[in-house]
């Protein structure tokens, strides 16, 4: 049976897998960089198809908003170009395909393989979601969550210490 | 009817909502240009637009018209999809923006209950973030792909503002989340309610039950950001005329031209609403809710308005003035006189009211800083963004924190 739910699936899933060939594809680093946006914002929408309102705003605003804008205004700052096309490479042609395709291929077995046992989504209202969300995140997690936040604070400082030697 | 409305009114209701909203904010912004220039031209000692209509009031439509008409030439070297892709990308954002604000309580049309705009989401407040975060591509396409060194310097300037500036809007907001506990826009408005009117709302917190705190300094920095977020006066380095042309709009014409302009305008209108939201108790009243001759205030304001536009239409000096002005003095009056008679439609209109109020006053406030401030220098805009507005939203958030820490023991 489809349902419009599926529809919007197959429409948002078809937007993120050509967002993310047409990033491939693309000669120009700004083209590029939009067509990562395209997937950021299609998986957002993914997001919110499964009922994690939270994650998918979260998901536009960091990955869609903040990082691709540093993505876009690191290129436009250095005015890359077109990138120039060289002769591809053997290895590319008979290793890369082969192991491409064996990829997939694990990566589809181990989805089909666990699909049976993953857990149903929660079906009440997405506020409660994002109370559950940070309450997991402050208990249960509570050790990751602030190893997490010292080790972007180790990045921020490291990115400082380079900024700074030049000088 | 009402059956009809019960069953398919999930499909025809958005509908009819969305159209109603895009016509108004449009004409909204058309009239928004024309308050800017004669608000200006007022503080400036001149008249303004005056010769298009009386009072210069066809001027947003004859604009319109010589906007379509103008030809759109296109520079040589854009990058094409970057460049027909942005003017889009802003109007749309800027519309979508205020899909999920909440413009009065909850209303109900021949036995149908709805609310007051468009989507009622759980998480407004950060849809409206989401959709800030993404508006800044507008502006840094635009700048990128018009092949011009103004329109580029423009479009970085613009991405190095909204990504500095964003920070501090966001983090003003965190007060407000904390008092009310919820990312609807609709329950932090509700949040606000209390017997004492204005004492109630965030910006001086005396909530009912006792659980707010002052947000006076996430209100001041929430503004500041904002108008740095909408590229507005004393912040509008990205389209400095005198360094950069017209900045990232420089090589646009036309239609195309016109959307960054409405885009502008929506934007500004969304940000003043959620302005009005968060600190300024949304669409409720400023008076204590037993004070009901205070629900005649749209009439009070609407018939001497009314009279005063037909006295000086009849003195107009064009005969279309004549016509035209006392007519529409006689409509304002009517309508005073309707709701002051019909007290139905006046209960159902005090929530708009009191938001549309409050939303034209923060825009007045906009165009009267327009009128007033210089523009800053970058260097002083980026030290005031990471090195003071920063640092004080930040600060807002442990001081609202500690108070309601200290309040729950």
Known sequence: MISGVLVIFFVLAALAVLGAVSLILQSHPIHSALSLILVMVSLAGLYLLMGAEFIAAVQIIVYGGAVMVLFIFVIMLLN????????????????????????????????????????????????????????????????????????????ILGAIVLAQREN | MSEILAKYGFLIVPIVKVAILVFVVLTLDAYLTWLERKVIAHIQARWGPHRVGP????????DGIKFILKEDPMPSGVDKK??????????????????VIPFGPDITILGYTTNFGIADVNISLLVLF???????????????????????????????????????????????????????????????????????WNIV??????????????????????????????????????????GFH??????????????????????????????????????????????YLPSIILVPLGLWVIFDGIRYETIFGRIVLPGVGFVLTALGALLFLWSPLNEAIQGP???????GAVLFFYIWMRGTLPRFRYDQLMDFGWKFLLPVSIANVVLTSAVIMWRMK
């Not at chain 1, 490479?89 to 989805?111: D, E, Q, R, V």
């Not at chain 2, 027909?84 to 800027?94: D, E, G, I, K, S």
């Not at chain 2, 503004?223 to 006066?233: D, K, L, M, S, Y």
């Open chain 2, 82 to 99: 970057a460049y027909f892709f942005a003017p889009f990308l802003t109007l749309m954002l800027a519309l979508t923006s205020l899909a």
């Open chain 2, 130 to 200: 989401a959709i800030t975060a993404l508006g800044v591509y507008g502006i840094a396409l635009a700048g990128w792909g018009s092949n011009n060194k103004y329109s580029l310097l423009g479009g970085l300037r613009s991405s190095a503002q909204m990504i500095s500036y964003e920070l501090a809007l966001t983090l003003s907001v965190v007060g407000v989340l904390l008092i009310a506990g919820d990312f609807s826009l609709k329950h932090i408005v509700e949040k606000q309610a209390g017997d004492f009117g204005l004492l109630s």
């Open chain 2, 55 to 62: 009072h210069g009031l066809l001027q947003p439509l004859a």
């Open chain 2, 353 to 359: 009211f009191w938001f549309f109020a409050k939303v």
């Open chain 2, 250 to 295: 420089t090589e646009y014409a036309s239609m195309k031209f016109a959307m960054f302009f409405i885009g502008e305008y929506t934007s500004m209108i969304a940000v003043s609403s959620l302005f009005t939201i968060l600190f300024f108790g949304g669409w409720l009243s400023p008076f204590p809710a037993s004070w009901t001759l205070t629900h």
């Open chain 2, 205 to 246: 917190g005396l909530t009912k039950g006792g659980g707010g705190f002052t947000q006076i300094i996430g209100c001041v920095c929430f503004f500041i950001a904002a108008i740095a977020e909408t590229n507005r006066v004393p912040f509008d380095l990205p389209e400095a005329e005198s360094e950069l042309v017209a």
């Open chain 1, 80 to 155: 890359a170009g077109v990138e120039e096309r060289t002769n591809f490479s053997k290895l590319a042609t008979f290793a890369g395909i082969p192991l491409a395709l064996a990829l997939g291929g694990i990566i589809a077995a181990a989805i089909a393989r666990s699909s049976g046992h993953l857990p149903a989504p929660a079906a009440d209202g997405a506020m409660s979601s994002t109370r559950e969300l940070s309450k997991l995140l402050f208990s249960e997690f509570v050790y990751p969550f602030e190893l997490t936040s010292f080790l972007i604070l180790v990045a």
